[in-house]
Protein backbone atom coordinates (compact mmCIF):
# COMPACT_ATOMS: atom_id res chain seq x y z
CA UNK A 1 0.00 0.00 0.00
CA UNK A 2 1.70 3.20 -1.22
CA UNK A 3 0.65 6.34 1.16
CA UNK A 4 0.40 9.48 -0.40
CA UNK A 5 3.42 12.07 0.56
CA UNK A 6 2.24 14.34 2.93
CA UNK A 7 2.84 18.11 1.56
CA UNK A 8 3.61 19.84 4.35
CA UNK A 9 6.22 17.01 4.89
CA UNK A 10 9.77 17.85 3.86
CA UNK A 11 11.53 14.82 1.36
CA UNK A 12 14.86 13.70 2.02
CA UNK A 13 16.86 12.59 -1.25
CA UNK A 14 20.08 11.00 -1.27
CA UNK A 15 21.30 14.66 -2.54
CA UNK A 16 19.67 16.13 0.81
CA UNK A 17 21.32 13.27 2.64
CA UNK A 18 24.72 13.59 1.67
CA UNK A 19 24.65 17.26 1.95
CA UNK A 20 23.78 16.98 5.82
CA UNK A 21 26.83 13.97 5.95
CA UNK A 22 29.14 16.69 4.52
CA UNK A 23 28.14 19.40 7.20
CA UNK A 24 28.66 16.65 9.90
CA UNK A 25 32.02 16.06 8.05
CA UNK A 26 32.83 19.66 8.30
CA UNK A 27 32.09 20.44 11.61
CA UNK A 28 32.49 17.02 13.35
CA UNK A 29 31.03 16.98 17.06
CA UNK A 30 29.76 19.07 19.58
CA UNK A 31 32.35 21.03 20.47
CA UNK A 32 32.48 22.65 17.01
CA UNK A 33 29.11 24.30 17.66
CA UNK A 34 30.16 25.30 21.00
CA UNK A 35 33.14 27.06 19.76
CA UNK A 36 31.29 28.71 17.16
CA UNK A 37 28.86 29.96 19.19
CA UNK A 38 31.91 32.23 21.12
CA UNK A 39 33.47 32.58 18.49
CA UNK A 40 30.39 34.66 16.86
CA UNK A 41 30.59 37.05 19.90
CA UNK A 42 34.60 37.46 18.90
CA UNK A 43 37.90 36.83 18.52
CA UNK A 44 39.32 35.00 21.32
CA UNK A 45 42.60 33.24 22.25
CA UNK A 46 42.95 29.61 22.86
CA UNK A 47 43.00 29.93 26.92
CA UNK A 48 39.79 32.26 26.16
CA UNK A 49 38.31 29.35 24.77
CA UNK A 50 39.27 26.33 26.40
CA UNK A 51 38.31 28.53 29.79
CA UNK A 52 35.07 29.50 28.64
CA UNK A 53 33.79 26.15 27.60
CA UNK A 54 35.70 23.96 30.08
CA UNK A 55 37.04 21.77 27.52
CA UNK A 56 40.49 19.68 27.63
CA UNK A 57 43.18 21.34 25.93
CA UNK A 58 43.26 17.64 23.45
CA UNK A 59 39.42 18.19 22.52
CA UNK A 60 39.81 21.78 22.08
CA UNK A 61 43.18 21.66 19.76
CA UNK A 62 41.13 18.72 17.53
CA UNK A 63 38.02 21.15 16.83
CA UNK A 64 40.17 24.33 16.28
CA UNK A 65 41.95 22.36 13.67
CA UNK A 66 39.03 20.85 11.77
CA UNK A 67 37.32 24.19 11.80
CA UNK A 68 40.94 25.78 10.57
CA UNK A 69 40.98 23.11 7.75
CA UNK A 70 37.47 23.31 6.33
CA UNK A 71 37.60 27.43 6.42
CA UNK A 72 35.32 28.13 9.23
CA UNK A 73 37.65 29.40 11.59
CA UNK A 74 40.96 31.74 11.49
CA UNK A 75 44.36 31.20 13.41
CA UNK A 76 46.49 34.39 13.39
CA UNK A 77 49.37 33.76 15.35
CA UNK A 78 51.08 36.94 17.29
CA UNK A 79 55.01 37.17 18.12
CA UNK A 80 55.06 37.80 21.70
CA UNK A 81 56.67 36.01 24.68
CA UNK A 82 55.06 33.50 24.95
CA UNK A 83 53.55 33.21 21.40
CA UNK A 84 49.86 34.39 21.24
CA UNK A 85 46.95 32.49 18.89
CA UNK A 86 43.76 34.29 18.70
CA UNK A 87 41.09 32.87 16.71
CA UNK A 88 37.74 34.30 15.04
CA UNK A 89 35.66 33.41 12.12
CA UNK A 90 35.91 33.73 8.42
CA UNK A 91 33.14 35.06 6.42
CA UNK A 92 32.46 30.78 5.92
CA UNK A 93 31.98 30.40 9.46
CA UNK A 94 30.05 33.80 9.70
CA UNK A 95 27.62 32.43 6.91
CA UNK A 96 26.63 29.49 9.33
CA UNK A 97 25.00 32.26 11.66
CA UNK A 98 21.66 31.71 10.35
CA UNK A 99 21.93 27.74 11.24
CA UNK A 100 23.01 28.43 14.55
CA UNK A 101 20.36 30.78 15.18
CA UNK A 102 17.37 28.21 13.47
CA UNK A 103 19.26 26.20 16.05
CA UNK A 104 18.46 28.23 18.72
CA UNK A 105 14.80 28.63 17.74
CA UNK A 106 14.00 25.06 17.40
CA UNK A 107 15.63 24.50 20.86
CA UNK A 108 13.47 27.71 22.37
CA UNK A 109 10.53 26.04 21.14
CA UNK A 110 11.26 22.43 21.95
CA UNK A 111 13.70 21.91 24.69
CA UNK A 112 12.66 23.92 27.84
Known amino acids: MNKKPDPEHKTYDAVCLRSIRNVID ?3 GKWAFLVLEQLHIGTMRFSELEKALNI ?3 SLTDTLRNLEKNGIIRREVI ?3 PVT ?9 RDFDSVLLAMK ?3 GKWIS
Not at 85 to 93: P, R, W
Open 56 to 58: STK
Open 85 to 93: VKYSLTEKG
Open 26 to 28: VFG
Open 79 to 81: PTV
Open 105 to 107: DWS
